[in-house]
């Protein structure tokens, strides 16, 4: 069974609207999440990371996430996208001693003007 | 620069080679990883080693060997190669987490990937 699930392969949004990109973690799961972003034809950069404390977590690029244990939810926002953000976004929790990523299916953020 | 390098960027063989693809970081890294991006962007760990010993073996086919001289590489060789391995093989590294992470977490640092097509 999938440990973090991805509910949209594509998230179509216009230009300076906002966003939301929704991933689900199984309760078996460690509670250590993780968003990483894809640009096209690049390796993955992490974005933001929740390991403890804050539910309401900050990464690069004025994405924020918010973990939610009662809905066992880690979605995504980020309040104005810009063109730049198109990109694969990848939800993903960590185990082998925390050396062990293992990634939602993705989904897909088209930026359109 | 400092980060995480792979070679080649793109591979293009015949089914039945023998192809390698070379990583190496100059971040101070003791652990390195190997993933596989398959055509639906699917992305799935591979193997990992920390100086030079495997801690992470998935359920990879054999044709699959990592191969790691030193803790600055880790280098993926693949003999007879199928169409389904044609993907992207992304390298990584950090530092070796302990398992407390609550504290504090080492990253992994990826490289641009290497796009492997078989025909």
């Known amino acids: 069974a999938q440990s973090v699930t991805q509910l949209d392969s594509q998230v179509p949004v216009f230009e300076e609207a906002p966003v939301e990109l929704r991933c689900n973690y199984s309760?078996?799961?460690?509670?250590?999440l993780f968003w990483y972003v894809q640009y096209p034809n690049q390796g993955l950069q992490l974005l933001l990371k929740y390991l403890s404390g804050s539910t309401l977590v900050k990464g690069i690029n004025g994405f924020e996430a918010e973990f939610n244990k009662s809905q066992t939810s880690f979605h995504l926002r980020k309040p104005s996208v810009h063109i730049s953000d198109t990109a694969e976004y990848f939800c993903?929790?960590?185990?082998?001693?925390?050396?062990?990523?293992?990634f939602g299916t993705g989904t897909q953020l088209k930026v359109e003007l | 620069d400092t980060a995480v390098s792979q070679t080649p960027k793109y591979l293009v063989t015949q089914m039945g080679n023998d192809k390698s693809i070379k990583c190496e970081q100059n971040?101070?890294?003791?652990?390195m990883y190997w993933y596989k991006q398959d055509s639906k962007k699917f992305l799935k760990i591979m193997f990992s080693y920390n100086n030079k010993e495997l801690i992470i073996n998935e359920t990879v086919p054999n044709r699959f060997s990592p191969k790691s001289p030193d803790k600055a590489h880790l280098n993926l060789h693949i003999n007879s190669l199928e169409l389904g391995d044609s993907a992207v093989y992304f390298c990584a590294s950090s530092t070796r987490n302990s398992g407390k992470l609550s504290s504090s977490y080492n990253e992994q640092f990826f490289g641009p990937g290497t796009r492997l097509t078989v025909l």
């Open positions: 971040l101070g890294h003791d652990t």
């Open positions: 309760s078996s799961v460690s509670v250590y």
């Open positions: 993903a929790h960590i185990t082998g001693g925390g050396n062990k990523l293992t």
